[in-house]
């Protein structure tokens, strides 16, 4: 059974960039890949939408190759505040039919 | 503000009760959706709605069940619920189904069964 895949953690200190990376095996060829960001107790919040190549926006790039089968999230010079888990969300046609599937998630610990 | 909003944000109810999870939204989306939140697992999709019409039951148990009256109202609910069914229940709406659109979600319903 397909499904995204990311990894489950990651540190990084103030000021670092950092990259996170999502593999969608069997993404369909009309999906979009998109990432939340989600603090606890809280719903996810959208932070950037991609097709293919790259998308830049104020918060976050969005790096997609050619084959579009994995996707990475990167953010600039991080802070404290985005300490959060980050998920991947794409389209995939399992079993015949057509799902939107939520990555595991990376929880992203940034330290001072 | 989010512009999906979700009550109550917290709930605790026994095993007998009956109780009902509200969302609203105010975005002008026709997709509406509930996923289950648990503890150290991904978020699990329970309901979809489209256009007021149910098109996604992601075998979920019969003691969940949905209500969607219109558009911009969903409802989750709840009656003889087990204490595995204590997580975070998320609404989400988007302008329609399909992965090109953005989701927006409420900030949730902490649910504990007691």
């Known amino acids: 059974l397909a499904k995204t895949t990311q990894p489950i953690s990651m540190d990084s200190y103030e000021g670092q960039e950092v990259n996170i990376t999502c593999s969608h095996n069997?993404?369909?060829?009309?999906?979009?890949i998109t990432w939340y960001q989600q603090f606890p107790s809280q719903g996810p919040r959208f932070i950037i939408q991609g097709y293919k190549t790259k998308v830049t926006n104020e918060v976050a790039s969005l790096f997609i190759p050619a084959d579009r089968k994995s996707s990475t999230l990167s953010l600039p010079r991080v802070s404290l505040s985005d300490t959060a888990v980050y998920y991947c969300?794409?389209?995939?046609?399992?079993?015949?039919?057509?799902?939107?599937?939520f990555g595991s998630g990376t929880r992203l610990l940034v330290r001072p | 503000e989010t512009g999906v909003t979700q009550t109550p944000r917290h709930l605790v109810m026994g095993m007998t009760n009956k109780k009902s999870l509200k969302c609203e939204q105010h975005l002008g989306h026709n997709a509406m959706y509930w996923y289950k939140q648990s503890a150290k697992k991904p978020l699990e999709l329970m309901f979809v709605y489209n256009f007021k019409e149910q098109t996604e039951n992601n075998s979920v148990p019969s003691r969940f069940s949905p209500e969607c009256p219109n558009s911009s109202h969903l409802f989750l609910h709840l009656h003889t619920l087990q204490p595995e069914d204590s997580a975070l229940y998320l609404c989400a709406s988007s302008q329609e189904t399909g992965g090109h659109y953005g989701y927006t979600f409420g900030s949730g319903t902490r649910l504990t069964v007691v």
């Open positions: 069997n993404i369909a060829t009309n999906d979009y």
């Open positions: 969300l794409v389209g995939a046609v399992m079993d015949s039919s057509y799902k939107l599937i």
